[in-house]
């Protein structure tokens, strides 16, 4: 009897001991299969764990790679993530916008806002330095740069004919892109999620917003959990974008009382858009007075010789025959030149189709120095070590690109602004005071134009006891800022403002 009592225990032990093998087994089992899921996978295989250049630890983890957004052509969309160096888990996602179209979101993550400085190398062309950047945006968010469309920066597609696009495509490839992203990186699907940028951004921002709102609305999964938006200098619409460009130069003294009242009266007060060839070529004499001027901060300098800017004057679009000063005989075909960070602003607005400027025969950009963002990424180490494909199967990294053929096929956003702000997203508009591409007199009027209640009128914004700017509050969560000094690109011109708006802004804070 007793023998036959310990015989059961140890089979009930056996029995016992098995279970808990296989539980245990199960256990070991199941943390490996969804390590090899997708969901898991993706944020292991895009670690950046160094960069050629910089030496030292990362203040948070940074991951990079590609988002297949269509499988047939394999268009893949390029990203580069930093966690927040305060608390990724609770801190915003942020994704950053560079404009163009054709410019590359690098643009911002090199010269602005992202966590690194970069220096001249020790040999002429060789591989910058990189030293942390303070004033990263990085430091209160998890920050994003995303190059939009296919082939910008280091995105790109097997099937050229992709290259052909324009804003609802790009807008449908960004939200694509995002939804892949969350599933990738899931434990960020709860996080506040706003969407920045600059310049031609603000055709991208409010085009992909609207994707975005329309897939939370028909509930497409994952949902995306988006709070707002925030755009520098956005390209808008162009009576107010362009009608500020004469009376914003002649506030600045950069061009006479004389010449603009002579413009002023020539012109009507409208000047952009269908007016008479009188009013045109006043117009245009006003441009080349300002020819050797930086246009996206007129305090800077700029980068190339005078030679150099009247030549990409010339070889730009939209023709007008004035005389050159001094000239008697033979009229100067002048034409207009481009009006915005990396993109011909007032061509693409107005007929639709924008001439990329690397294909107009000048420089990428004028006035602008691209040297150290495309020794390093172009270098094949820092190409391994961020995931992204090699030149000799996507060609070399250009801040602004002329490989893709696009076509502005929306019209003006100030309906896409209103509408977001009346469904209650949280809407920051900045503007550097010191751009002539983007003017903020502008800019501001477009805001007012959306007719809501001042709730914070207009005043100083500080940062310490130094004036940093001016502000205006409105209804429905929506703010327009300046920033003193500032150009075109403000956390590349403003870097200690623009973290202190963007930090204040993200919390919630009044400024």
């Not at 303070?134 to 992709?162: C, E, H, R, T």
């Not at 329309?214 to 999964?221: A, P, S």
């Not at 009608?243 to 002649?250: D, E, K, T, W």
């Not at 002539?436 to 100083?460: F, H, I, N």
């Amino acid at each position: 009897m007793m023998m036959s009592t310990v015989t059961n225990s140890q089979l009930l032990r056996a029995r016992l001991f098995s279970m808990a093998s296989r539980f245990l087994l199960l256990l070991l089992i199941v943390p490996a299969a969804l390590l090899c899921s997708p969901a898991a996978a993706a944020p292991d295989e895009h670690l950046v764990t160094g960069l050629p250049g910089f030496h030292g630890a990362f203040p948070s983890k940074h991951y990079s790679g590609y988002v297949t957004v269509d499988e047939r052509s394999e268009r893949s969309l390029f990203y580069y993530l930093i966690l927040s160096e305060r608390d990724p888990a609770a801190d915003p996602v942020v994704v950053w916008l560079n404009g163009g179209p054709g410019c590359s979101s690098f643009d911002g993550f090199v010269y602005g806002n992202g966590p690194f400085n970069f220096e001249p190398g020790s040999t002429l062309g060789g591989l910058p330095k990189l030293k942390l950047n303070p004033y990263s945006w990085s430091m209160v968010s998890n920050i994003m740069y995303l190059d939009s469309p296919a082939g910008v920066g280091m995105s790109y597609s097997l099937n050229k004919s992709d290259y052909t696009t324009g804003d609802l495509k790009t807008a449908a490839d960004a939200h694509k892109f995002l939804l892949k992203w969350f599933e990738l990186y899931p434990e960020f699907q709860s996080n506040p999620f706003y969407i920045s940028g600059e310049s031609y951004a603000g055709v991208y921002i409010p085009t992909i917003t609207d994707e975005v709102v329309k897939g939370i609305d028909k509930g497409v999964m994952p949902r995306i959990n988006f709070k707002g938006y925030l755009i520098g200098n956005p390209a808008t619409d162009v009576d107010y974008d362009f009608n500020s460009f004469v009376p914003f130069a002649h506030g600045m003294g950069l061009i006479s009382t004389d010449m603009y009242e002579d413009v002023k009266s020539a012109c009507r007060g409208t000047f952009f858009g269908s007016v008479d060839n009188s009013c045109q070529e006043k117009i245009d004499r006003v441009h080349w007075e300002l020819k050797d001027l930086n246009k996206y901060n007129i305090l800077a300098p700029c980068y190339h010789r005078p030679e150099i800017q009247e030549i990409e004057f010339i070889n730009s679009s939209l023709p007008l025959s004035f005389r050159r000063l001094g000239e008697t005989e033979r009229p100067f075909p002048v034409r207009k030149r481009m009006a915005g960070r990396s993109w011909p602003l007032r061509v693409a607005l107005k007929n639709g189709h924008v001439p990329m400027w690397p294909g107009l025969g000048g420089r990428s950009l004028p006035c602008t120095s691209d040297e150290l963002a495309t020794a390093w990424l172009d270098d094949e180490d820092v190409r391994v070590a961020i995931h992204a494909k090699s030149k000799s199967l996507i060609g070399s990294w250009e801040l602004y690109t002329a490989r893709i053929d696009f076509t502005h096929d929306t019209g003006t956003m100030v309906t896409y602004h209103k509408k977001f702000t009346a469904l209650g997203y949280r809407v920051l508009i900045y503007s550097g005071d010191h751009d002539l591409c983007v003017p903020y007199p502008g800019t501001e009027a477009w805001v007012k134009s959306l007719g809501y209640q001042v709730v914070d009128g207009w005043r100083p914004w500080y940062l310490g006891d130094q004036v940093a700017g001016y502000t205006q509050g409105y209804d429905y969560n929506l703010t327009f800022l300046t920033i003193k000094g500032a150009g075109h690109a403000v956390p590349e011109y403003k870097p200690k403002e623009a973290l202190a708006f963007y930090s204040r802004w993200l919390a919630g804070e009044k400024f």
